[in-house]
């Protein structure tokens, strides 16, 4: 028997039908509450709209709308052919709609770089010495990449993420630090660059910040590790400072 219309008959008690008509985001509650119930995870197929419609007395376009909108939310997604299915867990559509925020009010992003600093500081102490000889020499192929596109007067943001996620990166006990650093990386190339930020001599010292970070993380000096690394995110913040003005 197919899965997806097993999960669908032991389902009784989760689906049971409405009596309102204005159930939008209601049936979106509903079914998210079915997926948490059901136990599905990421790749398992629901029950087909029509059998999902008919358990929840509700219409086929109701039911296609709150689904639309579970999609955008990037909870599932439609296979071509196939039907709908739990997608992974992704920042995608977060990022989307914290761009735009952020575009209309910089200070939130400043905010979220204050958070960050917290984070990454209160954290290092715990990976320092969990870091592996390849975790620090990717580390430093990452700052010479950094160093070759500063001489040029180039941003570097790529080397930069990959320096800081080595430093963190399966290192920590909480998934959902990672996944926030995440989200900040994808959030960070968006903001435009003020004039004075690409100047070759300000993207070096950005350079050194980082390069000081990992002579003390070789050293194990976790005290001063920590302290570097706030004074290296510092500039992130000073440069979003200037856009908020």
Known sequence: MDRSRLILENSERVLEPFTSTNMHETIQTRLMQFITDRQLAAGDKLPSQAALAQALGISLVA???AMRAMEALGIIEARAGSGWYVRDF??????????????????SFADLLEIRIRLECSYLPEVIHKLTAEDLEAMEQSLCEMERLAASGQEFDAPDRAFH?????????????????????ALYPR????????????????VHRHRLILEAVREGNVEVAVQRLRDSVQGAVRRTSQLTR
């Open 63 to 65: 039911l296609r709308e």
């Open 90 to 107: 992704s920042f995608d559509s977060i990022v989307k709609g914290l761009a735009y925020t952020f575009e209309l009010n910089r200070q």
């Open 165 to 185: 996620m080595r430093l963190f990166s399966g290192k920590t006990q909480s998934q959902l630090f990672t996944e926030v650093l995440e989200l900040f990386w």
């Open 191 to 206: 903001l435009p660059v003020p004039p004075e930020r690409v100047q070759q001599e300000v993207l070096l010292a950005d």
